[in-house]
């Protein structure tokens, strides 16, 4: 680990000022373990966002060896120190401060060979065991005389930290080390700092020529794991200035990276991330305190899934609550615009956030777990995903709808055209839309949902298709039926021996121009040559239905006899022989008479037989028709035959000559009185009309019809009135008197 330039001391004023860090002891005397580190490297030191960029100093040495006013003076922390009048323990434990204007923590451990615990050796393997497991640098605090010494050069505990060292880093061969620095106290320089160098290096050889290696590591050397320096300071309290001057110096080498001895290399870190830092140290403590082997990496990898799931936690907590917002208007069916990009920063957003805090751990558990929270945040995406691929389905769908029937509504229109543009439209309205929520990192797909969409759209074209062509078809057959019944009426209503070949030809002609209208615009359907085939079946069928109910209504009995009587009335009123031509229509109706040389291509089927609807008028209702009309036709006859008659006796002209002669006055007095002309005029156009439309018979049977029903109604009253005053007798013989009257008076 390195820090920055602006961390270097400038003086020992500074190093030795007033503002100093707070102090923890992170393991007291009965060897537990402080619940405030996570704290401290937050609050008090403000380390724990440095990641990396941090460095761990621990110090060994015996009690009473000035262990503590060393880290003081090079550290500018405040860790108590041995009182000048007094020589008893004053570091209990391990305490544990910021360097002063550094990124460093400094561990300052219970001294070794003290009297209160004497011969009770198990803190020192532990706490041993902890500075190893976590310290860049370790300082080895001892005075020159202990140089070559083995208890009090603490050899003992190297071998211990050799030993530990192997269990620990077995694995890390060459790859981590922890550097060994030296510091001998009061050296006066009568012994070279490089002849006591070799001692010490001699020493610490020999230690690890003895340490019992593991298995495959038996050729292994001391340098695969340990770098070791070597510095000298003069004493404290003979020489103070110049202690205080290579205190100075010696702090450069700690804080100044560009220093050729600077001491925290990359290859002294432990790899823990400062914000992790309190759960690392923690669980190396309690493995410790367990008697368990150490495996340093599983635990750095512990310490990783640890700190990655709760730095991902807090990452999908965050994650969660941006996305809230999208749950209610997408399930309520809404597309929602810009969505994609939306969850893509958002979903970024966690990720580089969990990437910020866990990238500096485990390199392997941290891209697992990253592959995890980015796997949650892209399940928990997809719901929405779904939700507005379903959404944009839907909205897809009426879009299509929408434009089919807004074209459709239009007279002219190419249904394939409208289809085809309809399609596109909605297809690539879902396109974008589905592209658009398609993450980066996902293996989203919405290859189903398009073919679906796209069978849904051909569905809904397809009844459309239906649809329209029913509709065309009935409008062709209408405007059929119309022309059918403007021009087939008119032969109908003057019938000739032609008549049936000029209908026919006339229907064979409106017929095959709507098969025309029909076929072209079928087109516009994309209809096959099957469907176009059966579509002229059906509307030929339908078109000699539509010709047939037609004569059907032509020939009905009351309209036929109408035929036959205007016939009659038209060739015989006047002419005895006119009977027996009306009666000829009869069988010219009869029968449609196909032309041999004209095929109407008319289909036969279980529902219609063609050949069968050929007989208009069966045989069984000519004979009705035949004797009903025979009888008005002798009414007819009678009535006729009275007219002649009545033609024939003519009033001889001096008979009008006398009558004028005689009306002379009166004559005068109507045309000289308005009254009198004006009434006279009425009656005389009146009768005028009545002559000419041949009306006076009816007339007179509607005047007869009056007069019996007046005659009648009087008898009923004269007679009730009779009954009511108690002569029922009376009533009966006036009634038959009264009864005979009305008979005389048609009889005169």
Do not use: C
């Given at each position: 680990m390195t820090v920055g330039p602006n961390q270097t001391a400038s003086d020992t004023n500074a190093v030795n000022g007033n503002q100093k860090l707070p102090r923890l002891q992170i393991i007291d005397g009965n060897q537990n373990f402080s619940k405030d580190l996570q704290r401290f490297?937050?609050?008090?030191?403000?380390?724990?966002?440095?990641?990396?960029?941090?460095?761990?100093?621990a110090v060994f040495g015996s009690q009473s060896t000035?262990?503590?006013?060393?880290?003081?003076?090079?550290?500018?922390?405040?860790?108590?120190?041995?009182?000048?009048?007094?020589?008893?323990?004053?570091?209990?434990?391990?305490?544990m401060s910021r360097g002063k204007d550094m990124d460093v923590l400094i561990m300052d451990v219970e001294g070794t060979d003290g009297r209160e615990r004497g011969e009770d050796q198990d803190f020192e393997r532990k706490s041993a065991l902890f500075s190893m497991a976590t310290s860049n640098v370790i300082i080895v605090n001892l005075w020159e005389h202990q140089v070559g010494l083995y208890n009090g050069a603490n050899m003992g505990l190297l071998k211990t930290v050799f030993e530990v060292n192997l269990q620990l880093f077995q694995a890390a061969r060459g790859k981590e080390k922890t550097l060994l620095f030296f510091v001998i106290r009061d050296h006066?320089?009568?012994?070279?700092?490089?002849?006591?160098?070799a001692t010490l290096t001699a020493d610490l050889e020999r230690i690890w020529d003895g340490v019992a290696k593991p298995e495959g590591l038996e050729s292994c050397k001391i340098s695969d794991y340990f770098d070791t320096m070597f510095t000298g300071l003069p004493h404290k309290v003979l020489l103070p200035e110049k202690f205080d001057q290579e205190a100075l110096k010696l702090r450069d080498r700690f804080t100044n990276p560009n220093h050729k001895d600077f001491v925290f290399k990359p290859n002294y870190s432990k790899r823990v991330p400062a914000d992790g830092f309190h759960v690392y140290a923690e669980g190396i403590w309690d493995q410790i305190m367990a008697n368990k082997d150490l495996d340093l990496p599983t635990q750095q990898e512990l310490l990783a899934q640890y700190r990655c799931d709760e730095i991902a936690g807090v990452a999908f907590e965050a994650f969660s609550a941006k996305i809230k917002g999208f749950r209610q208007p997408i399930e309520s069916g809404k597309v929602l615009e810009d969505l994609g990009p939306q969850m893509e920063e958002i979903r970024n957003t966690a990720i580089k956030h969990f990437d910020k805090d866990a990238s500096r751990y485990h390199a392997e558990v941290y891209k697992r777990k990253r592959a995890e929270i980015l796997n949650k945040t892209n399940s928990t995406l997809h719901v929405f995903y779904l939700g507005q691929l379903k959404n944009l389905t839907k909205k897809a769908l009426t879009t299509f709808k929408t434009i089919v029937q807004e074209r459709l509504k239009g007279d002219k229109y190419d249904f394939a055209e409208v289809v085809q543009e309809a399609r596109q439209k909605s297809e690539g309205l879902f396109l974008e839309g589905a592209k658009a929520i398609v993450l980066t990192e996902t293996d989203w797909a919405f290859d189903e949902d398009y073919s679906q969409l796209q069978e849904e759209i051909s569905e809904i074209a397809a009844r459309s298709r239906v649809e329209e062509t029913k509709k065309m078809v009935k409008a062709l057959e209408k405007s059929f039926e119309n022309q059918v019944n403007e021009h087939i009426g008119l032969y109908l209503n003057k019938p000739s021996p032609e008549m049936w070949s000029k209908i026919l030809t006339k229907y064979k002609s409106i017929r095959d121009g709507i098969e025309?209208?029909?076929?072209?615009?079928?087109?516009?359907?994309?209809?096959?040559?099957?469907?176009?085939?059966q579509t002229i079946h059906?509307?030929?069928?339908r078109s000699w239905q539509m010709l047939r109910k037609k004569i059907d209504d032509e020939v009905a009995d009351n309209v036929f006899l109408l035929k036959l009587r205007?016939?009659?009335?038209?060739?015989?009123?006047?002419?005895?022989?006119g009977v027996p031509k009306a009666l000829q229509l009869i069988p010219l109706f009869a029968q449609v008479e196909l032309p041999s040389d004209m095929d109407l291509g008319v289909p036969s089927d279980e529902e219609m037989n063609f050949e069968e609807t050929l007989v208009v008028i069966s045989e069984t209702r000519q004979h009705d028709l035949t004797t009903r009309f025979k009888r008005e036709s002798d009414a007819f006859y009678l009535?006729?035959?009275?007219?002649?008659?009545?033609?024939?006796?003519?009033?001889?002209?001096?008979?009008?000559?006398?009558?004028?002669?005689?009306?002379?006055?009166?004559?005068?007095?109507?045309?000289?009185?308005?009254?009198?002309?004006?009434?006279?005029?009425?009656?005389?156009?009146?009768?005028?009309?009545?002559?000419?439309?041949?009306?006076?018979?009816?007339?007179e049977s509607f005047l007869r019809l009056v007069v019996s029903e007046f005659l009648g109604l009087g008898r009923e009253k004269v007679t009730g009135y009779i009954e009511q005053r108690g002569y029922p007798k009376v009533a009966e013989r006036v009634g038959k008197i009264l009864g005979e009257e009305p008979k005389k008076l048609k009889t005169n």
């Open positions: 490297m937050k609050d008090e030191w403000h380390l724990a966002e440095h990641g990396f960029n941090y460095n761990l100093v000035g262990k503590s006013t060393l880290l003081n003076r090079l550290f500018g922390t405040d860790f108590d120190v041995m009182s000048e009048t007094a020589r008893r323990q004053t570091t209990k434990g391990i305490w006066v320089g009568t012994t070279p700092l490089a002849n006591l160098s025309d209208q029909l076929l072209k615009k079928a087109k516009s359907f994309n209809s096959t040559e099957e469907e176009n085939a059906n509307f030929r069928k205007e016939r009659f009335e038209e060739k015989f009123r006047y002419d005895d022989a009535e006729a035959k009275r007219s002649v008659v009545a033609t024939q006796a003519r009033i001889p002209v001096y008979i009008y000559l006398f009558m004028l002669a005689l009306g002379w006055n009166e004559l005068m007095s109507i045309l000289f009185s308005p009254t009198y002309l004006i009434l006279f005029s009425f009656i005389g156009m009146l009768l005028t009309i009545l002559y000419y439309l041949n009306l006076f018979g009816p007339l």
